[in-house]
Nanobody
Framework: QVHLVESGGGLVQAGGSLRLSCVVSGSIVSVNEMGWYRQAPGKQRELVAG???????NYADSVKGRFTISRDNAKFTVTLQMNSLMPGDTAVYYCNAWIGTYGSSGYYTVDDYWGQGTQVTVSS
């Protein structure tokens, strides 16, 4: 089994910062693309930032210049540093990763996995 465990959410005032972390554990062969998504009430889940296995990031336009994504391949972790937070950033944030495992059949397979979500609330 594979588990993604997030930490670091909370309540912060506008202009403040938070740091989200996600640790991947389990019967892992490889961890490929990793990223953070968010879902605000009444809205669809959206990509916030992603990072390739080689460390190349991509960001939603709404967070460019404010958020930084990074990963540690040795520790199977991905981190999202969020600065200059705004009320519009309020959402549940989910960690996502494309992970290679050997399934029950013994064949290598790559699937996407999700964390349980962590609440980020930015007050005005």
């Amino acid at each position: 089994q594979v588990h993604l465990v997030e930490s670091g959410g909370g309540l912060v005032q506008a202009g403040g910062s938070l740091r989200l972390s996600c640790v991947v554990s389990g019967s892992i062969v490889s961890v490929n693309e990793m990223g953070w998504y968010r879902q605000a009430p009444g809205k669809q889940r959206e990509l916030v930032a992603g990072v390739s296995k080689g460390g190349y990031p991509n960001y939603a336009d709404s967070v460019k210049g404010r958020f930084t994504i990074s990963r540690d391949n040795a520790k199977f972790t991905v981190t999202l540093q969020m600065n200059s937070l705004m009320p519009g950033d309020t959402a549940v944030y989910y960690c996502n990763a494309w992970i290679g495992t050997y399934g029950s059949s013994g064949y290598y397979t790559v699937d996407d996995y999700w964390g349980q979500g962590t609440q980020v609330t930015v007050s005005s």
